[in-house]
């Protein structure tokens, strides 16, 4: 059915209730009545129930993560914000796109292990379009998994905190203006001085970016996902964001 002839809409509202699309549009008022119309498309949509190829297509994936966050649970962070930049570092076309053998030269490269059984029906998901390239953000996600939607929040949280000028990017100057360090366990031990901490943290970071000078929310995002694999409890990762940040 074409909506192009309803006239103009002041409203449209997309609502998802299991198999079914329902779009609901309000026209402009005529005569003072108002025109409610709803139109079902059942063909809109995609189904909610996955099927059996899609089941399988997660279990392959879910048992590199599995193997993977065992390899990644003490150096997270460090790996995640490194494999970023290094696989952007060979997309020399600046596509986002990346071959086969880009990815094992950087899982190489990191010293991630993955085998050749678990590889092979993993490259053949995420390359289904048969190109020979995929998205390496994509890819990473995909072998690595990434943190859950409540996790997230609370990042772009500190993110859009951070980003006064709403532009995407933050200077590491602010960001180490704005991270406090005197709560960190290892300064109220004694172990360390705020300065130390603060250093780790941006030199850590920095590891993640594609400039000096600036961070990226992807480059930000990147950093916390690192940490989130060695955290099980949800809100013990919130806190940890809480307290450097003033959330």
């Known amino acids: 059915m074409n909506i192009g002839n ?3 809409i002041e409203q449209m509202c997309f609502l998802l209730f299991k198999k079914t699309f329902i779009v609901i549009s309000v026209d402009e008022e005529k005569e003072n009545n108002t025109n409610l119309v709803i139109f079902i498309l059942t063909d809109s949509v995609e189904r909610e129930d996955i099927t059996s190829q899609e089941a399988n297509d997660r279990l392959v994936l879910k048992a590199i993560q599995d193997a993977l966050k065992e390899q990644l649970h003490k150096r997270g962070v ?9 696989l952007q570092q060979l997309d020399k076309e600046g596509t986002g796109l990346l071959a086969k053998a880009d990815f094992k030269q950087a899982l190489k490269a990191f010293h991630l292990e993955v085998s ?3 590889f092979e029906p993993a490259w053949q998901i995420l390359n289904g379009n048969d190109s020979g390239k995929v998205d390496y953000g994509e ?3 995909a072998i690595i998994g990434e943190m859950n939607e409540y996790r997230k929040s609370f990042v772009r949280k500190v993110f859009m905190k951070l980003d006064f000028n709403k532009t995407g990017c933050v200077p590491i100057i602010d960001i ?4 406090c360090a005197k709560k960190h366990p290892q300064v109220i031990s004694g172990h360390s001085t705020e300065e130390e901490i603060k250093l780790s943290f941006l030199e850590t970071l920095k590891d993640a970016c594609s400039k000096s000078d600036e961070v990226s929310y992807g480059e930000f995002e990147d950093y916390y996902e690192g940490l989130s694999i060695g955290i ?3 809100e013990d990762f919130v806190n940890i964001l809480r307290t450097p940040w003033g959330i």
Not at 78 to 86: D, F
Not at 176 to 179: N, Q
């Open 6 to 8: 309803l006239g103009k």
């Open 116 to 118: 050749e059984n678990d």
């Open 139 to 141: 890819f990473k996600r």
């Open 78 to 86: 460090r790996i995640l914000t490194g494999l970023g930049k290094y």
């Open 176 to 179: 180490r203006k704005c991270y």
């Open 232 to 234: 099980v409890n949800d």
